[in-house]
Nanobody
Framework: QVQLLESGGDSVQAGGSLRLSCTVS????????MAWFRQAPGKEREGVAA????????HYADFLRGRFTISRDFVKNMLYLQMNNLNPEDTAMYYC??????????????????WGQGTQVTVSS
């Protein structure tokens, strides 16, 4: 089993930055594919970014326009999401997700088996 625990969510002003963290425990070595998703009230859960193949390959949602960076620390068993130039449209609950087998398409939430509880990000104008 794999457990995921997110942290780092907060309330910030537009233009600010946050770094979300996801602690991976349990059989962390079995997790090859990790991603961040977000879900705003009344909206579907959407993929933000994914990382796999030892951190070599990454994918980002087109709407990010280069503002976010996903990374993984295999020594500390951590997943990160650095978010810069935040805007109110980024307000959502952010979730960490993981899969042992490869996932395609990376942005499909139903393909991930492990999920964290989420951390809230609120951006005010």
């Amino acid at each position: 089993q794999v457990q995921l625990l997110e942290s780092g969510g907060d309330s910030v002003q537009a233009g600010g930055s946050l770094r979300l963290s996801c602690t991976v425990s349990g059989y962390a070595h079995s997790v090859n594919f990790m991603a961040w998703f977000r879900q705003a009230p009344g909206k579907e859960r959407e993929g933000v970014a994914a990382i796999y193949q030892g951190g070599i390959n990454v994918h980002y949602a087109d709407f990010l326009r280069g503002r976010f960076t996903i990374s993984r620390d295999f020594v500390k068993n951590m997943l990160y999401l650095q978010m810069n130039n935040l805007n109110p449209e980024d307000t959502a609950m952010y979730y960490c997700a993981a899969s042992s087998p490869p996932v395609a398409p990376w942005s499909s939430p139903r393909l991930y088996y492990y999920w964290g509880q989420g951390t809230q990000v609120t951006v005010s104008s």
